[in-house]
């Protein structure tokens, strides 16, 4: 796809977003993504944006799927990583399962899944806290004795967070009186390792959305807000962090956007530099803001957060990091 | 040179973290960032247990540190309703230290300063808020924003424009406003990020009518009096910073164990824990440097403004890093509050930006560093 469909895509979607998300965004945050709203994102195809259209879905190349998660994170993170979470894990693992015949249920919203994000973790602590997505979900992809699982499940209490991000989407402890297994991976460490550089641009994508936004709004009010006579941006410690977290910016997104096959080193190593990079572009952000910026009805202190549950919501960094270094010598390494 | 505390501060600082450890249940702490509830309960029990000591500002350094590595939020609500008592110190009348400082010393009221208005906080000198003298009277109007304890106060030490100088900062007074004052009204803000046993609200003055007697000091003088204010409520908001550090790379450890041996002999998570005690170490020292020459009547805002800044960056280094590094677990506990707490220490009293300017024009007037 060239630059200019993507921009296409980007900027169609923008339409539809700024139609029925702008304005509503602290609202999710507080109280979820209604089904209405998923109900238009399954209408538009974008809960099964890379199903393929024989299974029900829109088919969509990596690229037009990383455009949409950036653009949707640009407004609501929580409606971006609920987007990711369906397609990038979802349907790749019930795949993997070979549970397609579920897949129309739970892409069109109709069904949900609660997610063990424990699944992503290598060096869990015993006996920490569950940790799950929509924990209230009739059916779970669990971990279950070192094996990830589908199961039918009957949920006792789902318990619930207050969370650092994403606080459109529900996550807890449930406690499971039942568990039915449906299906599982028997190899799952090695699927898992394989599905982590498969995720990983698409979990930057959702960074560069969240950071591009912050450095937008950052841009726009440091125009409009003045202190000591004069507007923000004439201010250099505010200027020049701004200035450069743009250039920087758009090399991550045009590196993102390109068409080019990457390699395992360049998925594994762009999510590094994006999640990173948005903790410091929505951090820069919240700082120009003021004390505005640390006022959640601003709109900006919740990319800071969402960023940083980003950046531990998908296992430990040291783990991707050492996938990471295994890729690029091409051999174990980082191991220590 | 001598790097120990003396062992009446080591004991004095075990009483309080033995304190915040009973106190800050983990309930009253959810409850609190939950429902952005203030604990008025606790401000009472610290003050019968005489927590904060203002009888040795040691003390109160080392309180706020201890108090603020249990909960940030809590620590801060705990310690603020004296938040202002200095101006009226070192700057008030003898009438408003018996009327107004001794209420507030007996543990009876709570204080706010109004500094910040919606159009901006660090332009102090550029506010807006009128102080215009009528008969016996002020009378007041404008506004103010994010006044900490503001829908809680009863008095304020409130920064109005008295007069238009050349030199704006001229301008400007101090007074004692009562928030029972007819024309003061006070709207809470909800939703901070962090923070959020404290109260934070905007005020409004409407033709609130001040007794002349209730000006601090002297007209004109007000500038001073808050620049002199924040050279010593900056110390203590480096030991918020501090205490937020220490908290977080604690948890931040006992999550790296927690998680086995073969994650805590990862050398990029040692590293990371390197890195964040070093951090913690170099704030404290400077902190512990700022605090020496203020507490011996010799106050060095260059030190004091680069013990402020460093130690908020400190305290948001560590609390991102340890959220780094204790992944999922991390996460899904107290670190993620600590780490919403952390920001705002780069923001009140004085925002970073702000501070290293102080430091960079006081360094350029002198020519040299020491
Ligand atoms: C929870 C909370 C509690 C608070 N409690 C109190 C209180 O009790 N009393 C009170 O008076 N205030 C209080 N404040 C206000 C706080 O002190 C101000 O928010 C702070 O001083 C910054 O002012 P501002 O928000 O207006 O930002 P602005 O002054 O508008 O600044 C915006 C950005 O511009 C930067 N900037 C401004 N000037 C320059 C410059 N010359 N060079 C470089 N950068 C510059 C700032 O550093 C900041 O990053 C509180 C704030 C919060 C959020």
Not at chain 1, 77 to 91: E, F, K, Q, T
Not at chain 1, 111 to 129: K, P, Q, R, Y
Not at chain 2, 263 to 287: G, V
Not at chain 2, 325 to 349: P, V, Y
Request: glycine share 8%; proline share 3%; charged share 25%.
């Amino acid at each position: 796809m060239s630059n200019e469909e993507t921009e296409l895509i980007r900027s169609s979607l923008d339409d539809f977003l700024s139609r029925e998300l702008y304005g509503n965004e602290t609202e999710i945050e507080r109280t979820g993504i209604s089904s209405e709203f998923l109900g238009k994102l399954s209408q538009q195809g974008f809960l099964a944006a890379i199903v393929p259209a024989e299974l029900g879905g829109s088919g969509l190349d990596n690229t037009s799927y990383r455009a949409i998660l950036m653009e949707l994170a640009r407004y609501s993170g929580s409606v971006a990583l609920r987007v990711l979470l369906l397609n990038s894990l979802v349907y790749r693992i019930l795949k993997k399962m070979g549970k397609e015949s579920m897949l129309g249920d739970v892409l069109s919203g109709k069904l949900a899944i609660s997610i063990d994000t424990s699944m992503f973790s290598s060096f869990a602590a015993a006996g920490s806290e569950k940790f799950f997505i929509d924990p209230g979900a009739p059916v779970s992809l669990l971990m279950n004795n070192n094996e990830l699982v589908l199961a039918s499940v009957k949920v006792g209490k789902a318990g619930s967070y207050r969370q650092l991000g994403f606080r459109g989407i529900p996550f807890g402890n449930p406690e499971f009186t039942t568990i039915e297994k449906i299906a599982g991976v028997s190899d799952t460490r090695k699927f898992m390792d394989e599905l982590i550089p498969e995720i990983s641009p698409e979990i930057a994508s959702i960074a560069i959305g969240m950071a591009e936004a912050s450095i937008d709004k950052a841009r726009e009010y440091s125009k409009v807000r003045k202190a000591f006579g004069t507007s923000l941006s004439s201010f250099q410690p505010l200027a020049f962090p701004l200035a450069i977290l743009s250039t920087q910016l758009k090399s991550l997104s045009e590196f993102l956007m390109s068409p080019a096959e990457r390699t395992d080193t360049d998925k594994l190593g762009i999510k590094e530099l994006a999640t990173e990079f948005a903790i410091v572009a929505s951090k820069q952000s919240l700082q120009t803001h003021g004390g505005y910026g640390y006022i959640e009805d601003f709109g900006i202190e919740k990319f800071y957060r969402d960023s940083l549950a980003l950046n531990s919501l998908f296992g430990e960094r040291v783990h991707s990091l050492r996938l990471l270094a295994k890729s690029y010598y091409g051999e174990e390494a980082g191991n220590l | 040179m001598e790097f120990n505390l003396e062992e009446k501060y080591v004991e004095y600082g075990k009483k309080v973290r033995d304190f915040a450890q009973k106190e800050f249940t983990r309930a009253l702490i959810e409850k609190c960032d939950n429902d952005e509830h203030y604990p008025e309960e606790l401000r009472v029990k610290t003050y019968n247990e005489g927590i904060m000591d203002f009888t040795d500002p040691w003390k109160v350094l080392i309180g706020i540190e201890e108090l603020c590595s249990v909960d940030e939020s809590l620590g801060v609500a705990a310690t603020t309703p004296y938040f202002g008592v200095e101006v009226l110190m070192l700057f008030g009348s003898d009438y408003i230290k018996e009327k107004y400082l001794a209420e507030v010393s007996k543990g009876k009221a709570i204080m706010g300063l109004a500094v910040t208005e919606p159009g901006g906080g660090s332009d102090v000198a550029g506010l807006t808020t009128t102080a215009t003298p009528d008969g016996t009277h002020y009378l007041m109007n404008g506004g103010k924003m994010f006044i900490t304890n503001g829908t809680i106060a009863d008095y304020f030490v409130l920064l109005a424009r008295t007069s238009n100088e050349e030199k704006r900062h001229h301008g400007l007074s101090c007074f004692l406003v009562e928030s029972s004052w007819e024309g003061f009204t006070a709207n809470k803000l909800k939703g901070k990020m962090g923070v959020r046993a404290t109260d934070t609200a905007e005020l409004i003055l409407s033709n609130v009518k001040v007794p002349k007697e209730n000006l601090i000091g002297e007209e004109g003088k007000g500038f001073n009096y808050i620049m002199t204010f924040f050279n010593i409520s900056r110390i203590y908001v480096a030991a918020q910073g501090l205490g937020v550090a220490k908290g977080a790379i604690n948890k931040a450890m006992e999550i790296v164990k927690a998680k086995g041996p073969g994650y805590a002999s990862q050398e990029s998570i040692q590293f990371a824990i390197s890195e964040m005690a070093t951090r913690l170490e170099a704030a404290r020292l400077l902190t512990y440097k700022a605090a020496t020459f203020l507490f011996n009547f010799n106050p060095n805002p260059t030190l004091t403004s680069m013990a402020k800044y460093y130690a908020a960056e400190t305290a948001v280094f560590c609390t991102e890093k340890a959220l780094e590094i204790t992944g999922l677990e991390g996460l899904n506990s107290q670190l993620e509050r600590f780490l919403r707490d952390a920001k705002i220490l780069e923001i009140w009293e004085g925002t970073s930006e702000i501070e290293k300017l102080v430091v960079a024009r006081n360094l350029l007037k002198e020519g040299k560093v020491s």
